[in-house]
């Protein structure tokens, strides 16, 4: 079945660090995917989504770019602030269910 | 901007008692959701609700769980007899439209912690 992998964290950076959440999938045909972000406290945020192959979704300096040929959708940003210390999650779904199915969360830590 | 509520925020709760769950989704959307997360595992996909039934359903979604849109606002998940093993966060999400190409817009979860 469908399912998602995503590198285990915690990452940690330095502010202004170079930011690469890998995110990999495994599904048939061409699902969408997204990636959701969980501050502490509050509810998983989407930040950016893709629906179809090659397409790179983009959200506060964060992009992911459907790769369909290594079924990936890695997660960058080319500097991280101390406010982009939260947990993320890679997702994918499907036109015909109406479950996302997450990979585990990467926690990342942003230090000054 | 629009969000979506959840009611309380950490449960505590003895094994084998109900536990009812609240959630207000935000207002124009007409699908509803809950998920859950196991400590240190992947969020997984309950349920799914759409004109006052279910539309989809997991495995883990057996008969001692329920949802309902009791009026116009509130969206609950109840469980009728808690086991050890429903210790998780539970989070309600909702959408405008269905299935899971639509954004899914999750609320901040409540802890549920059976004892």
């Known amino acids: 079945g469908d399912s998602v992998t995503q590198m285990e964290g915690p990452v940690t950076l330095s502010e202004e660090a170079f930011l690469t959440i890998n995110c990999t999938y495994t599904?048939?045909?061409?699902?969408?995917l997204f990636w959701y972000v969980q501050y502490p406290g509050e509810g998983l945020q989407l930040l950016l989504k893709?629906?179809?192959?090659?397409d790179k979704g983009s959200n506060k300096g964060f992009e992911a770019t459907y790769r369909k040929e290594t079924t990936s959708f890695h997660l960058e940003k080319g500097s991280v602030q101390v406010s982009d210390s939260a947990v993320y999650f890679c997702a994918l779904g499907r036109r015909n269910t109406d479950k996302l199915i997450f990979g585990t969360g990467t926690r990342l830590q942003v230090f000054p | 901007e629009p969000e979506v509520t959840q009611t309380p925020s950490h449960q505590v709760t003895q094994m084998g008692q109900e536990v009812i769950l609240r959630c207000v989704p935000i207002?124009?959307?007409?699908?509803f959701y809950w998920y859950r997360q196991i400590l240190g595992q992947k969020v997984e996909f309950l349920v799914s609700f759409y004109n006052n039934e279910i539309s989809e359903k997991s495995e883990i979604f057996d008969d001692q769980f329920s949802v309902e849109r009791p009026d116009g606002s509130n969206f609950t998940l109840k469980i009728r007899s808690t086991k050890l093993e429903d210790s998780a966060m539970y989070f309600c999400a909702s959408s405008e439209l269905g299935r899971a190409t639509d954004t899914q817009y999750f609320g901040p979860g409540t802890r549920l912690t059976v004892l």
């Open positions: 207002s124009n959307h007409l699908y």
């Open positions: 599904a048939t045909g061409y699902p969408s």
């Open positions: 893709a629906t179809k192959a090659d």
